[in-house]
């Protein structure tokens, strides 16, 4: 096969091979549940960096059945990922074309980091969507690098949030619904062969 | 979660537009009673609302298209058109059409209007198509692609049609003074059809290095009959975006296949620019573009490129742990709302 592009409208040349494969159930459940832990608890995570091997033998997985290096990366890139609200601002902050009136930043003794914007006009642009708001104030604080924060926003931001909350672009579709759904089809078919 | 199904209708069209494998000469078309069939299967699934008949140009299909908008209707699902405008030849045959559509229970309308379509439909007829909701207050987002250089901008518009537009945000809730009169402004995607010839400089350029949130999220059923499980920008010549042929195969097969399907995670949780960094780590004379002009374009590069998928064939087993156990971790945070939010918005 070419290693050149083939043309991808109507002279196909060659069809593509398939990537045929599938993922595997975990076969391991604590995994997934250390993996979660460690996203969510800073100090599992700490005590993982420390020493990954005895903390995986404290929640019952055997390190010679788990590539570490693979684990300790997937861990990095989740918790980098589920940061918290400060994370938003920061992201937000990069990509936001505003009119401030104000700033104010400090830094403190303690390492920590304190901020507060005041906004005129704000546009937000992000994964496609955009946000709008004509006058806001942004206030937080972050203590020894953890972040946290409070935002103070207009009602629509707020409503995104929620709805981010509530209805979240979930990628993929949970198994569990799959199930639910062919057992329904199921019955469906079952109740109407009864006569 | 599935919220929409989306038909492909037809790949004909009476436009032939860079970027879109569409054209006159594609032939490929679902029939009516397919679509009333499948418009089944998708409200069977309990989390369908939306059905959208897009294209190719779905008016095309006459008399198919509006059984199947008074199928979906009838089921108690909202249905959405996306054309090109061309049936409005004048203000009057616009008028006609419309109500044709919303007599056979249409909740709302899309109408694309760009540099690219304006190419080969004039731009009068969207006028009318646009005017003859506007006047009825029926729900008309217009549809709106741009690069620098775009000549038909939102002001354009504004002043061809005479009407103020209101930029759509999908969070905000609209009058019906306004609803009549969105539009929304994405980005030209240089992919099928003369992407060679994309002209770098004019494109304007949004994230791609996060994951991808339309696979498995939104539904699409090709003209042919195939299960697209992605938002159908990609060229259809894809085998893992172009899969069950669903005249064979039920729905819910089709996406419980689709969702354990090993690329199609990888680009759902951890993006395609991961998978092009991983291409690059077992092949480093592989080159990929320092910059792409958002997700859909940099996955259809590392899909449709031979080079590359011979290393994804290669080495695609060394991924599966990684990804499996990413899927394994979804699926127990997925409950955990506050880390869902963060985690669906980066």
């Known amino acids: 096969m070419s290693d050149q592009p083939i043309d991808k409208v109507l002279r196909v040349v060659k069809p593509f091979v398939p990537i045929k494969q599938g993922i595997r159930p975990y076969p391991n459940q604590k995994v997934p549940d250390y993996m979660l832990k460690l996203v969510k608890d800073d100090s599992a995570y700490q005590a993982f960096i420390a020493n990954p091997a005895e903390s995986l033998k404290r929640e019952g997985i055997q390190p010679e059945t788990l590539d570490v290096d693979m684990f300790f990366d997937l861990a990095k890139v989740l918790r980098d990922r589920s940061k918290g609200i400060d994370s938003i601002i920061d992201k937000i902050a990069e990509s936001v074309s505003k009119k401030e009136t104000s700033e104010g930043r400090q830094y403190n003794f303690d390492h920590s980091r304190s901020w507060a914007y005041r906004y005129e006009s704000a546009i937000f642009h992000e994964r496609g969507t955009s946000e709008e708001k004509s006058k806001s104030e942004m206030v937080g604080t972050t203590n020894k690098f953890e972040q946290s924060g409070i935002s103070i926003r207009p009602e629509e931001i707020l409503r995104h949030e929620i709805n981010l909350l509530f209805f979240p672009a979930q990628p993929l579709v949970t198994p569990s619904l799959v199930n639910k759904i062919k057992e329904n089809l199921s019955t469906d078919i079952s109740n109407e062969l009864v006569p | 979660m599935i919220k929409s199904i989306c038909f492909l209708t037809t790949y004909q069209c009476n436009a032939q537009c860079d970027y879109c494998e569409c054209s006159p000469y594609q032939k490929d078309k679902l029939t009516g009673a397919e679509m009333v069939r499948l418009i089944d299967e998708a409200k069977s699934l309990g989390t369908v609302g939306l059905v959208v008949f897009s294209g190719g140009e779905p008016t095309l299909l006459k008399e198919d298209l509006l059984w199947a908008i008074q199928h979906a209707s009838s089921k108690g699902l909202l249905t959405r058109v996306v054309t090109n405008g061309w049936w409005g030849e004048s203000r009057e045959a616009a008028r006609t059409y419309l109500d044709r559509l919303i007599d056979a229970g249409l909740y709302e309308i899309n109408i694309s209007v760009d540099d690219l379509h304006q190419e080969w439909i ?79 400089n004019d494109l304007i350029f949004t994230s791609w290095t996060q994951s991808c949130s339309s696979v498995l999220n939104d539904i699409v059923v090709g003209a042919n009959g195939n299960f697209l499980p992605c938002c159908g920008i990609i060229t259809k010549n894809v085998p893992e975006l172009t899969r069950a042929d669903l005249k064979a195969t039920r729905l819910i097969d089709a996406i419980e296949d689709a969702n354990n399907d090993l690329i199609l995670n990888w680009i759902a949780l951890e993006g395609p620019a991961s998978i092009a960094q991983f291409v690059k780590e077992k092949n480093p004379s592989i080159k990929f573009r320092e910059q792409y002009v958002g997700i859909c374009h940099i996955c259809n590069e590392i899909l449709t490129r031979n080079d590359v998928r011979k290393v994804l064939l290669e080495h695609v087993n060394e991924i599966i742990d990684r ?22 918005r980066t």
């Open chain 2, 323 to 344: 990804i499996s156990l990413h899927r394994a971790f979804m699926e127990k945070a997925r409950s955990d709302e506050k880390l869902m939010a963060m985690y669906c």
């Open chain 2, 122 to 200: 004039e731009l009068s007829r969207v006028k009318n198509a646009f005017l003859a909701c506007y006047e009825r207050q029926f729900k008309c987002l217009l549809a709106h692609k741009q690069t620098k250089s775009s000549i038909i901008t939102k002001r354009h518009l504004e002043e061809y049609f005479g009407v103020q537009l209101i930029e759509y945000n999908p969070n905000k809730h609209y009058s019906p003074e306004d609803e009549c009169r969105l539009i929304s402004t994405g980005v030209v995607i240089p992919v099928t059809r003369n992407e060679e010839s994309a002209d770098w």
